[in-house]
Nanobody
Framework: QVQLVESGGGLVQAGGSLRLSCAAS????????MGWYRQPPGKQRELVAT???????NYADSVKGRFTISRDNAKNTVYLQMNSLKVEDTAVYYC?????????????????WGQGTQVTVSS
């Protein structure tokens, strides 16, 4: 059984910072692309940032220059450093793992999601 467990959400004033973490638990061989998505109130889930095993990153235009995604492959953990937060960043943030490999022989577990963590930015 694999779980993605997020932490680090909370309430912060505009201009402040938060750091989200997401750890994949279980006996894992490797994970390819990991990412963060968010769902603002009343809106659809949207991409925030992704990072490959090799460290290549991709960001939504709305967070470029303010958010930084990183990962620790040895710990199967992905992070999201969020600076200069805006009220419009308020959302539930979800961690995603594209493919989780348990060994070289079993097909990977595809498209795994965490339970979400609330980020609220006040004006």
């Amino acid at each position: 059984q694999v779980q993605l467990v997020e932490s680090g959400g909370g309430l912060v004033q505009a201009g402040g910072s938060l750091r989200l973490s997401c750890a994949a638990s279980g006996t894992i061989f490797s994970i390819n692309t990991m990412g963060w998505y968010r769902q603002p109130p009343g809106k659809q889930r949207e991409l925030v940032a992704t990072i490959t095993t090799g460290g290549s990153t991709n960001y939504a235009d709305s967070v470029k220059g303010r958010f930084t995604i990183s990962r620790d492959n040895a710990k199967n953990t992905v992070y999201l450093q969020m600076n200069s937060l805006k009220v419009e960043d308020t959302a539930v943030y979800y961690c995603n793992a594209d493919r989780i490999y348990f060994n070289r022989y079993v097909p990977p577990l595809r498209d795994s999601w965490g339970q979400g963590t609330q980020v609220t930015v006040s004006s």
